[in-house]
Each structure stands twice: as structure tokens, then as C-alpha cells.
């Protein structure tokens, strides 16, 4: 069955760094999204990208996509202390459920 | 701006016990889902709902649970009769406005206790 899998499982950063995360999965998929998670709380929607797009701009947050590789990447640009949490990717295939991924603990020091 | 919502937040309950678990998706949304996430787990589907009936399950989604859009607002999740195992924080969702496999806004989830 299609899995999501981050990596790292954890990354700790200071303030101004930058914070890339990496997610891969195993079946074709229709879309990618990414969420993030502050410890014990909801699933906040960060970004979605469609399988025919290969990167995709948000504010700080730039998400990448190759399907070829299965794989995407979420870069974090210039990060905050608020910007401490978990972070997954989530895919879509020709179903509407997410299947999500198993995480990236950020840690950012001020 | 609009969101899910759920209640209650926490919950506490014995085993072999029933719970419901509501949410409120977001209006004018035609698609709603129930996740859990079992701590240090990642979250796990259980059910899709569309059209005022299940799209699909998972295998976590057996004959203890079941779903329903009792009016135009709510969606709830009912364990009939709870496990230990059932301890998890429980998400709705809802997405698909116009179509299916669009952004999926969580509510901030329910956490059960079943003890």
C-alpha cells in the first residue's frame, strides 16, 4: 500500500536557517500536500501540489515534487522559533483519502 | 475565516462504553472524513463521506464504528462499544467545495481516553 515516509524524523535549526524536509511514497498520486502539527494540536494545511507541477511557492514554505522519484521536499525559508513543530506529507491517489507520512519533528532555537 | 470544528475536545470513557464524536465541517463542503492518530503514531484514515453515505473505509473502520450527517451541520463519528486500543486523537475533516482531492481542512481534533 502507498506509505509516506519524511526524513529526517527530527531536525533542529537555529532562527534564520533554513529547514528542508523530504517525504517519498510508493504509488502514482493525484496530488501532495503538506500539513504541520504543533505538539498535541490539529492538522493545519500548508500547501497542496498536483502531480503535473513540479514546485510550488507559499510565503516562506517551497514545496518540490518529482514524480519520476516518488519524492517531494518542503524548504522552510529564514525560520522562526514559531515555526517549531511536526510537519507531513499527506498524498492523494485516485481515492480522496490522505495517506500520510510519518513525520519531521522541527526544532527551531532562537 | 471559515474552519472545523469539534467537540468535545477531550474525552474520558470506560471500556465497552459508547462515544460520539461531532464535528462541524466547514459550509458548503460536500466531502468529510474521520482520521485518528494514536500518540507517537502518524495519522491513520478511517472513513470518507460523501452524498450522505460512506465513499470509503479503512480496516480500522469496522462494525463498532459508524458515521452520520444527522442535519445539514454535524458529522459524527459513533464507537459503540469502546476498546483500550481506541485511545487516540480523532480528526475530522472536510474538503471539496466543487471537487473531490482538494485541500482537506482538519478540525483541531478529539482526544479519547478510554480506559
Known amino acids: 500500500s502507498q506509505q509516506g515516509e519524511e526524513d529526517p524524523q527530527a531536525l533542529s535549526i537555529q532562527e534564520g536557517e533554513n529547514a528542508t524536509m523530504n517525504c517519498s511514497y510508493k504509488t502514482s498520486i493525484n496530488n501532495l500536500q503538506w500539513y504541520r502539527q504543533n505538539s498535541g494540536r490539529g492538522l493545519v494545511h500548508l500547501i497542496l501540489i498536483r502531480s503535473n507541477e513540479r514546485e510550488k511557492h507559499s510565503g516562506r514554505l517551497r514545496v518540490t515534487l518529482d514524480t519520476s522519484k516518488k519524492s517531494s521536499s518542503l524548504l522552510i525559508t529564514a525560520s522562526r522559533a514559531a515555526d517549531t513543530a511536526s510537519y507531513f506529507c499527506a498524498t492523494v491517489s485516485n481515492t480522496d483519502k490522505l495517506i500520510f507520512g510519518t513525520g519531521t519533528r522541527l526544532q527551531v532555537f532562537p | 475565516e471559515p474552519e472545523v470544528t469539534q467537540t468535545p475536545s477531550h474525552q474520558v470513557t470506560q471500556m465497552g462504553q459508547e462515544v460520539i464524536l461531532r464535528c462541524v465541517p466547514i459550509s458548503n463542503h460536500l466531502y468529510f472524513y474521520w482520521y485518528r492518530q494514536i500518540l507517537g503514531q502518524k495519522v491513520e484514515f478511517l472513513v470518507s463521506f460523501y452524498n450522505n453515505e460512506i465513499s470509503e473505509k479503512s480496516e480500522i473502520f469496522d462494525d463498532q464504528f459508524s458515521v452520520e450527517r444527522p442535519d445539514g451541520s454535524n458529522f459524527t463519528l459513533k464507537i459503540r462499544s469502546t476498546k483500550l486500543e481506541d485511545s487516540a486523537m480523532y480528526f475530522c475533516?472536510?474538503?471539496?467545495?466543487?471537487?473531490?482531492?482538494?485541500?482537506?481542512?482538519f478540525g483541531p481534533g478529539t482526544r479519547l481516553l478510554v480506559l
Open positions: 475533516a472536510s474538503s471539496g467545495r466543487t471537487s473531490h482531492r482538494e485541500t482537506q481542512y
